[in-house]
């Protein structure tokens, strides 16, 4: 099958990180929160830019008490401002591990269960140079809607993270013939973001290659499928070298499915994943006789 592009935007993309901070600030009252930005794979081989514009973000406080149903209704939650500055964003820079830092900023303690992530300025380059802007839906008055699962737990104590993987694959929908440049003649923009809390969230990477004269060679360009029960959970592409990483699984098993056009189709069953853990998972293709 054709090889195809990962791009991890943020939006494929926000990080927001689960780790020790010795600059955190002296205040209980508040704690220190970061976010960066990452996507998922574009499926087509035929885009050079996927660009997006982030001009505010912004986090519903749902205060110290335990989750319940009636906190779970967005009116009556205040949202604290995590970032309100325009950064443009090409998400195909963003694989195979690289992040968009997009806020690092104190925050009222408690629990936060979504964000709101506020775009403009869409368009997508083909490799021939043509461009076309698409329309925001909502995004750029309302924000994107985005709920974190579980809460995001802020105390004065440590810096919380989060990862939002935005899925250009079914956030870019291609009008026309998409297997080739003449035939698209437009896109539609439908953002699919998903979050990760970084606390209850692991790490996925590897090397595919293949066997010739009992010499591993990478392979670029191999697609990595990761399945939580028969569900697409997210993919990424192999790059030059045959590595791969995908960021923000949360625990528990998967199976990893990985294609290339020529090479007979590899699954790992089962590769479970451990919260701060980076989890290798390793494949060794053999060529279609």
């Not at 099958?1 to 926000?14: D, E, H, P, R």
């Not at 008490?65 to 950064?87: A, H, Q, R």
């Not at 045959?242 to 990985?258: A, F, K, R, S, T």
């Amino acid at each position: 099958m054709k090889k195809k592009l990962s791009l991890i935007i943020f939006i494929s993309a926000f990080l927001l990180q689960l780790s020790c901070s010795e600059d955190l600030n002296d205040d209980p009252n508040t704690g220190r929160l970061s976010v960066q930005l990452t996507d998922a794979p574009f499926p087509y081989d035929l885009i050079s830019e996927a660009n997006v514009t982030i001009f505010k973000i912004d986090a519903r406080h749902k205060g110290n008490g335990m989750e319940d149903e009636e906190n779970n209704k967005e009116e009556g939650n205040p949202f604290v401002v995590l970032m309100e500055e325009e950064i443009d964003v090409n998400l195909i820079n963003l694989t195979n591990g690289n992040t968009e830092m997009l806020a690092d900023i104190d925050v009222p303690v408690g629990s936060y269960d979504l964000v709101r992530v506020y775009v403009k300025g869409v368009n997508v380059v083909l490799n021939d140079g043509s461009t076309f802007d698409l329309k925001v839906p909502s995004g750029e008055q309302t924000g994107i809607k985005v709920f974190i699962k579980p809460s995001l737990v802020v105390s004065g104590e440590i810096s919380s993270d989060l990862l939002l993987d935005f899925d250009v694959s079914r956030s870019f929908i291609p009008k026309g013939n998409r297997k080739s440049l003449a035939g698209i003649n437009g896109f539609n923009f439908k953002p699919v973001i998903k979050a990760s809390n970084i606390s209850f969230a692991g790490t996925l990477a590897g090397l595919v290659s293949t066997t010739q004269n009992e010499e591993k060679i990478g392979l670029e360009g191999a697609i990595v499928s990761v399945f939580a029960a028969d569900t697409l959970n997210t993919s990424t592409f192999t790059d030059e070298t045959g590595n791969y990483m995908i960021l923000g699984l949360m625990e528990g098993p998967y199976d990893v499915m990985v294609e290339l056009e020529g090479y007979e189709t590899q699954t790992a069953e089962e590769v479970t994943i451990m919260a701060g853990n980076k989890i290798i998972q390793d494949f060794d293709l053999v060529p279609v006789p």
